[in-house]
Nanobody
Framework: QVQLVESGGGLVQAGGSLRLSCTAS????????MGWYRQAPGKQRELVAG???????NYADSVKGRFTISRDNAKNTVFLQMNSLKPEDTAVYYC??????????WGKGTLVTVSA
């Protein structure tokens, strides 16, 4: 089992920045890829950014150039640095982890609200 706890959400004005953190505990040795997803009201959950165990990253087109995902394996933590935030970035952001055994785990989410 893997537990994921997100932090760092909040209210920010458009153009501002936030840094989300997600710390994993439990069977952390089994974690391969990690990522951030978001779900806005009335919309489906979507991938924001992902990072592999080796450090390769991928981003949704809507956040490229503004968001940066990084990973500190020593601290079992993945970060999402969000700059130049827009009102359309408002959503609940979820941390996600894939294990070597094929399991997928989710955090409970952290709310990001960007005001115009």
């Amino acid at each position: 089992q893997v537990q994921l706890v997100e932090s760092g959400g909040g209210l920010v004005q458009a153009g501002g920045s936030l840094r989300l953190s997600c710390t994993a505990s439990g069977s952390i040795f089994s974690i391969n890829d990690m990522g951030w997803y978001r779900q806005a009201p009335g919309k489906q959950r979507e991938l924001v950014a992902g990072v592999t165990a080796g450090g390769s990253t991928n981003y949704a087109d809507s956040v490229k150039g503004r968001f940066t995902i990084s990973r500190d394996n020593a601290k079992n933590t993945v970060f999402l640095q969000m700059n130049s935030l827009k009102p359309e970035d408002t959503a609940v952001y979820y941390c996600n982890a894939h294990t070597a055994y094929g399991s997928v785990y989710w955090g409970k989410g952290t709310l990001v609200t960007v005001s115009a």
